[in-house]
């Protein structure tokens, strides 16, 4: 059975950082890509990242790039967001997601972790 944890929210002042941990079980990681996806409140979902199954791909978005990094840890079987140079934009519930190919679609993740609040805000 397929299980994604997600953890590390939390509340943080503009220009601050926060890892986000997304802790896998029933599967190994190289199996699944693994996505990041965000909602802000009356907004819908958005794709954060995300990292193919081979670890070899990312794609951020635009909004993203150059601050937020995703890794891997195949060891412990989770996956992490380093979120850097944080602003009130980036505001939300931030959910993992796991499927075998990567998408900027949500629908097109069939697993998903409970989710993790991230406040920006001074």
């Known amino acids: 059975q397929v299980q994604l944890v997600d953890s590390g929210g939390g509340l943080v002042q503009p220009g601050g950082s926060l890892r986000l941990s997304c802790a896998a079980s029933?599967?190994?990681?190289?199996?699944?890509?693994i996505g990041w996806f965000r909602q802000a409140p009356g907004k819908e979902r958005e794709a954060v990242v995300c990292?193919?199954?081979?670890?070899?791909?990312?794609n951020y978005a635009d909004s993203v790039k150059g601050r937020f990094t995703i890794s891997r840890d195949n060891a412990n079987n989770t996956v992490y967001l380093q979120m850097n140079s944080l602003k009130p934009e980036d505001t939300g519930v931030y959910y993992c997601?796991?499927?075998?190919?990567?998408?900027?679609?949500?629908?097109?993740?069939?697993?998903w972790g409970q989710g993790t609040q991230v406040t920006v805000s001074s």
């Open positions: 997601a796991a499927d075998f190919l990567c998408s900027s679609y949500s629908y097109e993740f069939d697993y």
């Open positions: 029933g599967f190994t990681m190289g199996t699944y890509a």
């Open positions: 990292l193919s199954s081979s670890g070899g791909s990312t």
